[in-house]
């Protein structure tokens, strides 16, 4: 097995346990009619991860159809303007479809082919992971429903237009506000009743056990990758990684590596961007660590906003990907262990930074992974001018072409 699917695990950091726990945090608080389906996942997915032939294939499609390994490119004049020695940019924006969501989709619809079933379903609320499921199943010749709420259908049109393309049904969903928490209830439920031939791709490293593993599993190459980059390049101790979390899986696939394979001497601070939104101290923000408290949330216990009685509330930033009312589960957990730093970041403080990494090394990010770059300045601050820092960029500007044309960023 080689190690750009499965870090080797030295050190004591193994999560999660038999039932999913990281700590307190995961495992599956579902309905009895799902725990079959969440079994027969767990025991293909055992199978899977020492199957050569399994890893080979999906190694070779991350190699020749993603487009792997993605650059970790210097960026100098964006290190020289925020302060710091050295800036690295690991470049997810660079994958076929411009963001890792692509990393995760193909392996659960291989793992979809594997178990013999025929057809993925996915709900999505921005659109992007039902693009990226749309894609996967389009490649290995899977049928693909992609569960979306009437209002985001509305909002995101372009996206519903490619999964068309790409030969997906939109199921279009009319419950509730008609976004993304009812798309995951009815994604849910038809789960249920067609489990014997469909297979549900969860979008982020969250939901019920075996799923947030899983993910990890599949985005670990981002890490993997990155470590081996910088040792390719001698580039001795980095002091922090950063990456930004709307569920996690873009964050956890870059930490995870460094959490297993170094130990706590060798290995940078890691940092976590969460959507701060208008602010913190608003109702409009999306930082469920900062100022949620944990709670079960579409099938697994995590920190998430919530109201008094234990209601999910709306999480709210500019970037689409990040305003989820809640959190992968090892996050809560690599938080409370304090392994993880994770620090909010306003819609405004994003925006700056999209702007600077686009003048400043002709690279246009999307406003999620801006988040992380926004942390640059203060992490030059607490670091000092000679610190090395490697950033995670999750995906490419394109698509929010519109939002930054309306706060009028260019020049
Ligand atoms: C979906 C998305 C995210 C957020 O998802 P995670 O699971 O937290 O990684 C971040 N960046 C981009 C570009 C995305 O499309």
């Known amino acids: 097995m080689s190690d750009a699917f499965l870090p080797s695990a030295d050190s004591t950091y193994r999560t999660p346990d038999a039932q999913g726990f990281f700590g307190p945090y995961g495992g599956s608080f579902v309905p009895e009619t799902v725990v079959p389906a969440l079994r027969e996942l767990e025991q ?20 020749d159809y993603v487009g792997r390994p993605t650059p970790l490119w210097e960026a100098k004049r964006l290190a020289e303007a925020v302060g710091l020695g050295r800036v690295l940019l690991k470049r997810e924006d660079l994958t076929h479809t411009g963001a890792h969501k692509i990393n995760n989709t193909l392996g659960q619809c291989l793992l979809a082919r594997r178990m013999g079933k025929g057809r993925v379903i996915a709900e999505t609320g921005a659109g992007q992971h039902g693009v990226a499921t749309a894609t ?9 429903a992609v569960f979306m709420g009437t209002e985001d ?58 799923y947030p593993t899983l993910v990890r599993a599949f985005q670990s190459v981002i890490g993997s990758e990155t470590i081996a ?11 922090a990684v950063v990456a ?20 706590a001497e060798e290995r940078p601070m890691l940092v976590g961007a969460e959507a701060a939104g208008e602010g913190i101290e608003t ?20 920190y998430l906003l919530q109201d008094e009685g234990g209601n999910p509330m709306e999480a709210y930033s500019i970037s689409a990907g990040l305003d989820y009312p809640g959190i992968g589960p090892e996050h809560s957990h690599l938080h409370d262990a304090g392994l993880v730093r994770y620090m909010p970041v306003t819609d405004a403080e994003a925006l700056e930074a999209f702007a600077l990494l686009s003048h400043t090394e002709g690279i246009i990010p999307a406003i999620e992974s801006s988040h992380a770059l926004a942390l640059l300045p203060r992490l030059a601050k607490e670091l000092g001018p000679e610190a090395t820092v490697v950033v995670t960029v999750s995906g490419r500007g394109d698509k929010d072409m519109d939002i930054v044309r309306e706060a009028g960023l260019a020049r």
């Open 229 to 239: 980059q910088l040792e390719n390049r001698s580039i001795g101790k980095v002091d």
């Open 44 to 63: 293909a997915w055992k199978e899977a991860q020492t199957d050569e032939l399994f890893i080979d294939e999906f190694e070779g499609l991350l190699a």
């Open 244 to 263: 930004c979390v709307g569920g996690g899986s873009n964050a956890i696939g870059t930490f995870y590596p460094f959490l297993t394979s170094l130990s």
């Open 136 to 144: 996967a199943a389009a490649l290995l010749g899977l049928e693909c």
């Open 153 to 210: 259908i509305r909002r995101q049109a372009l996206n519903v237009y490619k999964m068309k393309l790409l030969g997906a049904e939109v199921v279009p969903v009319d419950d509730g506000t008609g976004t993304l928490a009812d798309a995951v209830s009815a994604a849910l439920r038809h789960w249920v009743e067609r489990v014997r031939d469909t297979f549900y791709v969860i979008g982020s490293a969250l939901g019920p056990h075996p």
């Open 283 to 302: 109702a409009r923000h999306g930082a469920s660590l900062a100022k949620g408290s944990p709670g079960v949330m579409h099938g697994f216990y995590s």
